[in-house]
T-cell receptor
Framework: GAVVSQHPSRVICKSGTSVKIECRSL??????MFWYRQFPKKSLMLMAT?????????EQGVEKDKFLINHASLTLSTLTVTSAHPEDSSFYIC??????????????FGPGTRLTVL | AQTVTQSQPEMSVQEAETVTLSCTYD???????LFWYKQPPSRQMILVIR??????QNATENRFSVNFQKAAKSFSLKISDSQLGDAAMYFC??????????FGKGTRLHILP
C-alpha cells in the first residue's frame, strides 16, 4: 500500500515552454501532497504543500507564479513549471501523506521527474 | 523552526558488519516525528524507519533500528548485517503535525564487499 506515481519520469523541453508534472496516489486518497526539488548530490528542498480543493502553500523564496500547483482531486496533484529556463532544470519529487487526515502521517514519495530545460 | 544535522557526509562499512549513522535535530515542537529515508541510485525515496517523539521505545524494522535520545535530540540509525543493497544516500528527517518534513543533508553509505 501507499504507492505514489509521477509522470513523466524524464522530460526535456525548450526554454520558454511550460511543463506539467503529475503526482498520483495510487491506492489511497491524499488530501495533502508535497513538492520537492533536489539538486545533484543535495538534499530535498520543500517547494510547496498542495492541499486538495484549496490553494497551495509555498515555501519562502519559491515563486508561486513560476511553479503552479493544482490539487483537483484526492489522488492527483500537478506541478506546472511555467516559462521554463535552464536554471529550472532539476529533479522534482512529490510525496503524499498517508494516512490522509491524520497528523504525523508518513510521507510516501513518487519516483521523481528529471526536468532538463535546453 | 526545525533543523536536522547529519555530520557524516560519507561512510563505509564492510558487508555483514554493523554501521551507525548519526543525526541530531532541533525543534520547538512538543509533538513531532522522526524518520530515516533511503535514496538508492534510482533516486526513489524509501521510508526506512519512523519514530514518534512521544514514544520512548526505539523503533525497529528488521535489520534497521534507531537510538532515540530525546533529551540530547539525537536520532541515530543502526544497520545490522549490512548488505550490498543497503548502499544508498540516507536522509534523516523531522516532521511536525503540519506534516512538513525537514531533511538533513544526507549520509552516503558505501558497502564494501
Amino acid at each position: 500500500g501507499a504507492v505514489v506515481s509521477q509522470h513523466p519520469s524524464r522530460v526535456i523541453c525548450k526554454s520558454g515552454t511550460s511543463v506539467k508534472i503529475e503526482c498520483r496516489s495510487l491506492d489511497f486518497q491524499a488530501t495533502t501532497m508535497f513538492w520537492y526539488r533536489q539538486f545533484p548530490k543535495k538534499s530535498l528542498m520543500l517547494m510547496a504543500t498542495s492541499n486538495e480543493g484549496s490553494k497551495a502553500t509555498y515555501e519562502q523564496g519559491v515563486e508561486k507564479d513560476k511553479f503552479l500547483i493544482n490539487h483537483a482531486s484526492l489522488t492527483l496533484s500537478t506541478l506546472t513549471v511555467t516559462s521554463a529556463h535552464p536554471e529550472d532544470s532539476s529533479f522534482y519529487i512529490c510525496s503524499a501523506r498517508f494516512p490522509s487526515g491524520a497528523p504525523g502521517g508518513t510521507q510516501y514519495f513518487g519516483p521523481g521527474t528529471r526536468l532538463t530545460v535546453l | 523552526a526545525q533543523t536536522v544535522t547529519q555530520s557524516q557526509p560519507e561512510m563505509s562499512v564492510q558487508e555483514a558488519e554493523t554501521v551507525t549513522l548519526s543525526c541530531t535535530y532541533d525543534t520547538s515542537e512538543s509533538d513531532y516525528y522522526l524518520f530515516w529515508y533511503k535514496q538508492p541510485p534510482s533516486r526513489q525515496m524509501i521510508l526506512v524507519i519512523r519514530q514518534e517523539a512521544y514514544k520512548q521505545q526505539n523503533a525497529t524494522e528488521n535489520r534497521f533500528s534507531v537510538n532515540f535520545q530525546k533529551a540530547a535530540k539525537s536520532f541515530s540509525l543502526k544497520i545490522s548485517d549490512s548488505q550490498l543493497g543497503d548502499a544508498a544516500m540516507y536522509f534523516c528527517a523531522s516532521g511536525n503535525r503540519d506534516d512538513k518534513i525537514i531533511f538533513g543533508k544526507g549520509t552516503r553509505l558505501h558497502i564494501l564487499p
